[in-house]
């Protein structure tokens, strides 16, 4: 990238890009009419995930507010999550929002909803092996979001209210979904896996689906990293969980553009009909710089940080005020690689601009 070029991109730090898509949101959207409207659903979670943890940065409390707007709008004063399906992960990560709520008002309402998600995870289903489903309503799959949707839920109750119990869970979790979905060639994740085999997308041999997607993958390191900051440091299988986050951060560096970001389907960028997505590089790059953070990477990886993060950047538009965050990959279930390319694309929904705030938060940190 030529000099003048990188110093004009350079000129905004990445808190300014988070606080510019923060404030397009908030215009856009009252936060109980966040779509799905009224549901605890993972697309508000994502989001106001995002939202959290810049918030952390810059102390300004009108996004605080906005948080709780949304949090005290889908759960009742008696602590109840009003619109969800417990039979299904992505209606619990919202529950990473409940922990600063209680945290600053005390409110038990919040803590009480905490304990629901709990005994949730306590009764969920799972494979004879132990692994949980994605989903009730599809038996014996295991998919790369739930990783994301579960773990660094259950790992910080487990540190604040002494469930140690939970570490030996989560760690066994990702290790048995690295065990069934990693590929040993490219040392990428397949998005999901079937138990039985029964279902369509499954290799009868494997269990795997046939593609590596790239924000299913992009799930994957972000969540472990945020488990990390909640298992003890003595913990046995710590390193494990460790060397999954960053064998699979330096695999992933292999399929990097020259642009900077990586495709809708990782390893398959010589094809033209494939394309290159903005939250899995968003996802990737906020894992890269919180690796290089807590230590696990050197410095020297700044350099495949710097190239994503730039190559996000570039890709933005403005309207008037509003930040654009386009080239994003809508909700996306399990299926062939013809399911995957001609996924439609938004711009500014949730997935995307939550994904992009991640990686503004870590690089705000590291850059």
């Not at 495709?263 to 009909?273: K, T």
């Not at 696990?296 to 933005?316: C, F, P, T, W």
Request: proline letters at 5%; one cysteine or more.
């Amino acid at each position: 990238m030529k000099y003048l070029e990188r110093r004009k991109l350079m000129e905004k730090r990445p808190l300014d890009y988070a606080k510019a898509s923060m404030d397009t949101m908030m215009r856009k959207w009252e936060a109980p009419k966040l779509p799905p409207e009224g549901r605890f659903h993972y697309h508000q979670g994502v989001f106001l995930s995002g939202m959290y943890k810049n918030y952390e940065l810059c102390k300004e409390e009108k996004y605080f507010d906005y948080i709780k707007s949304w949090v005290d709008s889908v759960i009742t004063e008696d602590g109840v999550i009003k619109q969800a399906d417990m039979g299904q992960f992505d209606d619990m990560q919202p529950g990473i929002l409940l922990y600063p709520l209680y945290h600053r008002t005390g409110d038990a309402k919040y803590k009480k909803a905490l304990d629901s998600l709990m005994t949730a995870i306590d009764h969920y289903p799972t494979t004879p092996e132990g692994g949980y489903f994605h989903k009730a309503d599809l038996p014996e799959e295991m998919w790369l979001d739930g990783l994301y949707m579960e773990g660094p839920l259950r790992a910080q109750y487990g540190a604040e209210f002494d469930r140690p119990k939970y570490f030996d869970e989560i760690i066994f979790q990702a290790l048995t979904m690295q065990k069934h979905t990693r590929d040993p060639k490219t040392g990428l994740l397949y998005h999901a896996w079937s138990y039985d085999r029964k279902v369509e997308w499954a290799d009868k041999e494997t269990g795997c689906s046939p593609e590596f997607w790239g924000r299913a993958i992009g799930w994957v390191p972000v969540a472990l990293l945020d488990e990390l900051d909640f298992i003890p440091a003595d913990h046995p299988d710590r390193a494990k969980l460790e060397k999954m986050a960053v064998d699979l951060l330096k695999s992933l560096l292999a399929f990097q553009s020259e642009d900077g970001r990586w495709y809708q389907v990782v390893n398959r960028g010589d094809d033209p009909a494939n394309w290159l997505e903005n939250s899995c590089s968003c996802l990737y790059v906020a894992a890269l710089c919180k690796a290089i953070r807590k230590g696990l990477l050197d410095a020297s990886y700044l350099e495949y940080a710097h190239k994503g993060y730039e190559g996000v950047i570039r890709s933005l538009t403005w309207e008037g005020d509003d930040l654009i965050i386009g080239n994003v990959c809508i909700g996306t279930g399990v299926g062939d690689y013809e399911h995957y390319i001609h996924r439609p694309v938004s711009a500014n929904d949730l997935h995307g601009v939550g994904a992009f705030l991640l990686m503004c938060e870590e690089c705000e940190q590291v850059f």
